[in-house]
């Protein structure tokens, strides 16, 4: 009888042990990458690169790349997902190809199109775009500073914003006519009003230079507002680079400027930086209370599925140049 108890209490802790391992393991999940379009504009060689399968994985494992079709004039290095000329193509041809991305153990298929069309102006397009890549790599990794950002920073939430302090009706209808103008942009942002802090993943917060000293001291670390400031702005992120949350402040008798410096700071909320163009609400002090063309361009790309956080500028500016038809034609 003593036996039986002895082996029936030691099965009962070894099944209570592999119950507790089993809670902490991890489960695996598929990599994550998105249909991808490249668009060939310029005669290439063998062995150049005619643009870069994009792909993460949540669990940081490292991928591996394989196109499905073998007959083509295309292969894809397994390691770089660099996708490479082998032989010739015509002038004016469209390849659907699919490509599968897997880190060992799951994998997730994909459609690459590959557009051919060498335009008789090609140079003055490539000029313009390289503009609006520089443009773009200014303010998302944010250049106006002595330090800029290594990485990119978004947002993969919805972002929920809630509205404190002292606001009027007025800036109700801004916050709300804006952010609906930015989700007719880039229909991948998701954003909305919500009626409680504790729902919000950001406050824009409202009142005179008195007020933010004497009831939120800290409310944007290291910050003390003059009468010079009419905004400010503080983005928080993981160690993965996503945005969590915001913390914004708006002057509320900063007079005219109020309107732009609402738009200004919520477009620092969504990962950007300053603009060195007047034109831009980016611009500071800002003025204008419309989004400039670079404006679009730069919140479309921010919010592409190819653009991901943690990118650095190299990476950012191989996936813009290598992915032409995805950002620079509708």
Same mark, same amino acid.
């Not at 790349?65 to 660099?82: A, C, Q, R, S």
């Not at 007047?278 to 790309?301: G, M």
């Given at each position: 009888?003593?036996?039986?108890?002895?082996?029936?209490?030691?099965?009962?802790?070894?099944?209570?042990?592999?119950?507790?391992?089993?809670?902490?393991?991890?489960?695996?999940?598929?990599?994550?990458?998105?249909?991808?379009?490249?668009?060939?504009?310029? $005669? %290439?060689? *063998?062995?150049?690169?005619?643009? /870069? &399968?994009?792909?993460?994985?949540? +669990?940081?494992?490292?991928? @591996?790349? $394989? %196109?499905? *079709?073998?007959?083509?004039?295309? /292969? &894809?290095?397994?390691?770089?997902? +660099?996708?490479?000329?082998? @032989?010739?193509?015509?002038? *004016?041809?469209?390849?659907?190809?699919?490509?599968?991305?897997?880190?060992?153990?799951?994998?997730?298929?994909?459609?690459?199109?590959? *557009?051919?069309?060498?335009?008789?102006?090609?140079?003055?397009?490539?000029?313009?775009?390289?503009?609006?890549?520089?443009?773009?790599?200014?303010?998302?990794?944010?250049?106006?500073?002595?330090?800029?950002?290594?990485?990119?920073?978004?947002?993969?939430?919805?972002?929920?914003?809630?509205?404190?302090?002292?606001?009027?009706?007025?800036?109700?209808?801004?916050?709300?006519?804006?952010?609906?103008?930015?989700?007719?942009?880039?229909?991948?942002?998701?954003?909305?009003?919500?009626?409680?802090?504790?729902?919000?993943?950001?406050?824009?917060?409202?009142?005179?230079?008195?007020?933010?000293?004497?009831?939120?001291?800290?409310?944007?670390?290291?910050?003390?507002?003059?009468?010079?400031?009419?905004?400010?702005?503080?983005?928080?992120?993981?160690?993965?680079?996503?945005?969590?949350?915001?913390?914004?402040?708006?002057?509320?008798?900063?007079?005219?400027?109020?309107?732009?410096?609402?738009?200004?700071?919520?477009?620092?909320?969504?990962?950007?930086?300053?603009?060195?163009?007047?034109?831009?609400?980016?611009?500071?002090?800002?003025?204008?209370?419309?989004?400039?063309?670079?404006?679009?361009?730069?919140?479309?790309?921010?919010?592409?599925?190819?653009?991901?956080?943690?990118?650095?500028?190299?990476?950012?500016?191989?996936?813009?140049?290598?992915?032409?038809?995805?950002?620079?034609?509708?």
């Amino acid at each position: 009888m003593k036996l039986k108890y002895v082996l029936s209490v030691l099965i009962i802790s070894l099944s209570l042990s592999c119950s507790k391992e089993s809670g902490t393991e991890s489960v695996n999940t598929k990599p994550i990458s998105t249909d991808q379009s490249f668009l060939i504009k310029e $005669e %290439l060689t *063998e062995n150049d690169v005619v643009g /870069v &399968v994009v792909a993460s994985d949540n +669990e940081e494992d490292a991928l @591996s790349y $394989e %196109l499905v *079709e073998k007959n083509t004039p295309f /292969v &894809v290095d397994t390691i770089t997902g +660099e996708i490479k000329l082998i @032989s010739g193509i015509a002038n *004016e041809i469209k390849y659907e190809l699919t490509a599968k991305v897997s880190d060992g153990d799951l994998s997730t298929t994909i459609k690459i199109a590959i *557009e051919v069309n060498f335009p008789s102006k090609k140079k003055e397009i490539v000029t313009a775009d390289n503009r609006l890549i520089d443009v773009f790599k200014f303010l998302a990794f944010k250049q106006e500073r002595k330090s800029p950002n290594k990485y990119i920073n978004k947002w993969d939430e919805e972002i929920r914003f809630f509205i404190s302090g002292d606001f009027n009706s007025n800036d109700i209808n801004v916050i709300e006519e804006f952010i609906e103008k930015l989700q007719s942009i880039v229909s991948e942002l998701k954003l909305k009003i919500v009626s409680s802090k504790e729902a919000s993943n950001v406050e824009i917060y409202f009142s005179s230079i008195e007020a933010y000293k004497r009831d939120r001291p800290n409310y944007i670390k290291d910050y003390t507002p003059t009468d010079k400031n009419s905004g400010r702005s503080k983005v928080f992120f993981t160690s993965r680079k996503n945005i969590t949350r915001s913390n914004v402040w708006v002057r509320k008798n900063n007079g005219i400027a109020r309107v732009s410096t609402i738009k200004h700071e919520i477009l620092h909320t969504l990962g950007l930086g300053h603009s060195k163009d007047q034109k831009s609400i980016l611009f500071t002090p800002s003025k204008v209370e419309s989004l400039s063309a670079d404006d679009i361009f730069v919140v479309k790309t921010l919010y592409n599925p190819l653009i991901l956080s943690k990118q650095k500028e190299s990476e950012v500016d191989q996936v813009l140049r290598n992915n032409r038809k995805s950002f620079f034609e509708d």
